[in-house]
């Protein structure tokens, strides 16, 4: 079978699941089935497709259908052009999130500062700080023991190891050190409004990065802090 008619088949699959955007979905599903980019795949769209990676592609498709988050399905997610490992045990990054890192780095351009991550997930905020900020260093700190494991990986591909520490202990744990800026992307979502999200995010991401609460203001009205402290938000 050639890779046209995959693509046509694994798209039409997915518009019937409702998935918005079925054609990308199945292009992309494919490019990882055959470890090529998208664009290889699309400029050779006569390519013939062995049984094997049609059966690899099928199981995609399966898990995209019942909408598990693309970025799941790959373990990645593009953030500040670069290419961050992921997996359900961390939230996944926004594009939104990264004007808190294009403000940041404005104001912090060329010094040397000390940062703390609180609910660092996957790293991304920070690493993404410190892959810029040549001089500084900080630590991430998150509840999550799996998240802060995949933290570690990603410090480690970007070589920043040495500059960054993650910690799988709760803001509340945090003492005996001053940092120069606090960023966080915390849960901020009602409690009562997570039924309403869509089942890619309220079915797969961690619900712990997600409940702000019964008003969604938890996390930040339980710790107050005299470092300067920058929250991002995202809808």
């Known amino acids: 079978m050639k890779a046209l008619e995959i693509i046509k088949i694994g798209s039409n699959l997915l518009k019937e699941k409702k998935i918005l955007s079925h054609i990308l979905d199945s292009e992309i599903l494919l490019s990882k089935t055959l470890n090529k980019s998208r664009e290889e795949i699309l400029t ?35 953030f500040w052009s670069k290419k961050f490992k992921v997996n359900k045990n961390t939230l996944i990054p926004r594009p939104e999130t990264e004007l808190l890192i294009e403000k940041l780095l404005k104001i912090y351009k ?8 609180i609910g660092t997930g996957s790293g991304c905020i920070i690493i993404s700080l410190l892959s810029s900020l040549k001089q500084s260093y900080g630590t991430g700190i998150d509840i999550s023991k799996n998240a802060i494991l995949m933290a570690k990986k990603n410090a480690f591909d970007y070589e920043l190891s040495h500059r960054v520490k993650f910690l799988n202990k709760s803001f509340s744990n945090v003492f005996g050190k001053k940092y120069d800026l606090i960023v966080s992307n915390p849960p901020y979502i009602k409690r009562n409004d997570i039924k309403n ?7 797969y991401e961690p619900r712990m990065a997600l409940d702000g609460g019964n008003d969604g203001l938890d996390l930040i009205k339980d710790h107050k802090t005299n470092v300067r402290c920058l929250f991002a938000y995202y809808n």
Do not use: G, H, T
Not at 197 to 202: C, G, T
């Open 44 to 78: 050779n769209l006569e390519q013939k497709i062995d049984e094997k990676n049609i059966s690899v592609f099928k199981k995609y498709l399966q898990r995209r259908s019942k909408n598990e988050p693309i970025a799941y399905i790959l373990e990645e997610k593009e």
């Open 197 to 203: 999200l869509s089942d890619d995010i309220k079915r």
């Open 110 to 117: 060329r010094k040397q500062i000390s940062i703390l991550d």
